[in-house]
């Protein structure tokens, strides 16, 4: 059933209200990478922040989205890593898009172990989440101009040819991510390290 609005409301309200209703709450599962690339990712992610004035939030590649069932993600978690070693992905290029959690991003190439973590996480969920893996690493979520954007696609190198990354990490968060408030009330309930044993 859909929403039934007064015959005199706003536009502007109707609109609010179908965007609020239509977001919800999941689980996002991430890669956390490995150091010396969290501290320098972690730093240049600080300093955009800073400059953009816009949320800081940790280094990550989002592998999948799926429900809001707080009561499977530790058995998820545990099934994921127990059967994947650290991945390395390749760097591809820092590139810029107008959606908000990809203002700016390092885009990673997808590889045969990343699909097959995506695939053992979606399975161990249960969840029909149509989400698609495209492996990239944010670098600052603002909505600024295309010109800045570009700007700031070219001034920036990819710090390391490949990354490492060794842990998971399961996030609630709402989706979708659309401001600050959003990303500051990101809340981590789960993290394994990539080949542990689920302990």
């Not at 015959?7 to 709450?25: F, H, M, N, Y």
């Not at 991430?30 to 940790?58: G, H, Q």
């Not at 799926?66 to 290029?93: F, K, M, T, Y």
């Not at 990354?165 to 399961?170: R, V």
Request: proline letters at 6%.
């Amino acid at each position: 059933m859909g929403l039934v609005f007064a015959d005199d409301t706003p536009a502007a309200t109707k609109e609010i209200v179908s965007c609020l209703v239509s977001r919800r709450i999941v689980i996002a599962y991430w890669l956390i990478p490995t150091e010396p690339a969290r501290s320098s990712f972690r730093s240049l992610i600080n300093k955009l922040a800073l400059r953009y004035n816009a949320p800081a939030f940790e280094p990550h590649v989002t592998v999948h989205v799926g429900a809001n069932c707080r009561d499977v993600v530790d058995g998820v978690l545990s099934a994921a890593a127990r059967h994947c070693e650290p991945i390395v992905l390749q760097a591809l290029e820092v590139s810029s898009s107008t959606e908000f959690i990809k203002t700016l991003f390092v885009q990673f190439a997808v590889t045969k172990k990343l699909q097959r973590l995506n695939q053992s996480i979606r399975n161990a969920t249960q969840n029909s989440s149509n989400y698609q893996l495209n492996p990239h690493l944010s670098l600052l979520y603002k909505t600024i101009s295309t010109q800045d954007r570009h700007l700031l696609t070219h001034s920036i190198d990819v710090p390391f040819p490949e990354v490492a990354f060794d842990s998971l990490k399961a996030v609630r968060c709402v989706s979708p991510t659309e401001s600050r408030a959003d990303v500051e009330a990101w809340h981590v309930v789960a993290a394994k390290p990539l080949g542990s044993m689920g302990v």
